[in-house]
């Protein structure tokens, strides 16, 4: 996915932007799956030059960081901690 991309366009986006990906595992064992979400590795993450085998509540746990994440920045604005706007 990440090849879809156009880097130059994407720039102001921030510098992993366009390096952020998921590869979908071809094959897990559908038993584990449902009935262990938390063991069998469901594909790789992929930031910058690094990739990560990750597991479907490690992807829940970085979704749901990211949201916090989020949360605290746009509050952060919101409150001023990063001072005024000049526009």
């Known amino acids: 996915m990440t090849s879809a991309h156009d880097t130059k366009k994407t720039r102001h986006l921030g ?3 366009s390096t952020i990906d998921f590869e979908l595992k071809e094959r897990v064992n559908p038993d584990d ?8 590795v469901i594909g790789k993450i992929e ?9 479907y509540s ?3 746990q970085l979704m749901r960081t990211c949201s916090a994440a989020m949360d605290q920045a746009e509050k952060a604005y919101r409150l001023g901690k990063w001072g005024k706007t000049t526009k």
């Open 15 to 17: 510098k992993l932007w």
């Open 33 to 40: 799956f449902k009935y262990s979400k938390m063991k069998p």
């Open 47 to 55: 930031i910058g030059n690094r990739s990560f085998d990750v597991t």
């Open 58 to 60: 490690e992807l829940n």
